[in-house]
């Protein structure tokens, strides 16, 4: 039962374009939600998060979007960067849960930013 | 300062053969998790202590896997008669407590032959 899904496996963005990376929850206990980069044969890296009180945050280039609803958030990358080639995960985390904030990770969107 | 370190970074090991595997976290760091990562997919939860006690290890996939941390800093996460199946990415994040974020080290790529 996969409780955060990232569907497109794969994304092409020309250079300067903006980058959207989707990702759904089901699990409605979630209340906050991050994303990380990862580089091959590197450790995710922390990237930008939301907790479920708001529906947007921004840092830089980089912005989040949560539909609490919809069960859907998203991560806009303007404008984007050959360094940004990488896979982009989305996870989430059930904060109320004290003491483990384990992470629930979707599998991944591999983008790739066209010179 | 030093981010968290694993190591070995890469483990080839015969089936049956046990494993040990180290992660240097964070100085400071009270919450340390271990995450299985397996190809094409996303990282796994495998289990959390805060300090060194254990709190929650409903993630390790069966009796073989145990993990200790008995001093609160570093852990080991050892993996006794490997088989295919644990070939895999073995993640280490630690944090301070309750923090906003987690802070991964590169990973040991285990394969098992």
């Known amino acids: 039962d996969q409780q955060v899904k990232q569907n497109s496996p794969s994304l092409s963005v020309q250079e300067g374009r903006i980058s959207i990376l989707n990702c759904d929850y089901t699990?409605?206990?979630?209340?906050?939600f991050l994303w990380y980069k990862k580089y091959p044969a590197e450790g995710p890296t922390f990237l930008i998060s939301?907790?479920?009180?708001?529906d947007k945050n921004e840092d830089g280039r980089f912005t989040v979007f949560l539909n609490k609803s919809a069960k859907h958030l998203s991560l806009h990358i303007v404008p984007s960067q050959p360094g940004d080639s990488a896979v982009y995960f989305c996870?989430?985390?059930?904060?109320?849960?004290?003491?483990?904030?384990?992470?629930?990770f979707g599998t991944g969107t591999r983008l790739t930013i066209i010179p | 300062g030093a981010g968290v370190s694993q190591s070995p970074r890469y483990k080839v090991a015969k089936r049956g053969q046990d494993v040990a595997l180290r992660c240097d976290p964070i100085?400071?760091?009270?919450?340390l998790f271990w995450y299985q990562q397996a190809l094409g997919q996303g990282p796994e939860f495998l289990t959390y202590?805060?300090?060194?006690?254990?709190?929650?290890k409903s993630g390790l996939p069966s009796d073989r896997f145990f993990a200790e941390r008995p001093e609160g800093s570093v852990s080991t996460l050892k993996i006794q008669r490997t088989q295919q199946e644990d070939s895999a990415v073995y993640l280490c994040?630690?944090?301070?407590?309750?923090?906003?974020?987690?802070?991964f080290g590169p990973g040991t790529r285990l394969t098992v032959l």
């Open positions: 996870a989430a985390s059930a904060r109320s849960n004290f003491g483990n904030e384990k992470l629930t």
């Open positions: 202590f805060q300090n060194e006690a254990q709190l929650d």
């Open positions: 100085s400071g760091h009270v919450s």
């Open positions: 994040a630690s944090s301070p407590l309750r923090a906003d974020t987690q802070y």
């Open positions: 699990n409605s206990m979630f209340d906050y």
């Open positions: 939301i907790s479920s009180i708001k």
